[in-house]
């Protein structure tokens, strides 16, 4: 599976997660048709939920004007993924975890989510 497919369906698993009572592996599970799961999909999936309180509060020590409870959820997912991808994944260089993040939130997100996602994430560099 290619690195921007997985995170889509890790995108779309952890969103499961805060919008409905699901378990992880179920919801990885619900997003891939494979029964052998990516090791890249399962790694983010299970690093954002591990360290989810610190991503958030990483996250949230760079908003301007905005407190982390108010953020949408598909923005605080794709912040989560690519905080997580910046700060435990030596494997991804900071910038592409950007670039993903801000690619995700035009597919799933609002309008201008694209850009919010852009410039919070550039903070935190």
Same mark, same amino acid.
């Given at each position: ?6 995170? =889509?369906? !890790?995108?779309?698993? $952890?969103?499961?997660?805060?919008? =409905?009572?699901? /378990?992880? #592996? *179920?919801?990885?599970? @619900?997003?891939? =048709?494979? +029964? ?6 399962? #790694?983010? %999936? @299970?690093?954002?939920? #591990?360290?989810?309180?610190?991503? /958030?509060?990483?996250?949230?020590? @760079?908003? #301007? ?6 953020? +949408? ?11 997580? *991808?910046?700060? @435990?994944?030596?494997? %991804? +260089?900071?910038? %592409?975890?950007?670039? *993903?993040? %801000?690619? $995700? !939130?035009?597919?799933?997100? =609002? ?15």
């Amino acid at each position: 599976m290619k690195r921007r497919t997985a995170r =889509e369906k !890790a995108f779309q698993a $952890l969103f499961q997660t805060i919008t =409905e009572d699901i /378990d992880t #592996d *179920e919801a990885i599970q @619900h997003v891939v =048709e494979d +029964p052998e799961v990516d090791p890249f999909l399962n #790694d983010l %999936v @299970h690093g954002v939920t #591990d360290y989810r309180d610190d991503l /958030d509060q990483w996250i949230a020590g @760079h908003l #301007d004007n905005w407190t982390f409870p108010r953020l +949408p959820k598909v923005e605080k997912t794709v912040l989560r993924m690519a905080a997580y *991808e910046m700060k @435990h994944n030596e494997d %991804v +260089p900071t910038q %592409v975890a950007i670039n *993903e993040a %801000v690619e $995700l !939130a035009k597919i799933f997100g =609002e309008e201008d989510s694209g850009k919010f996602v852009n410039g919070v994430l550039s903070k935190m560099i």
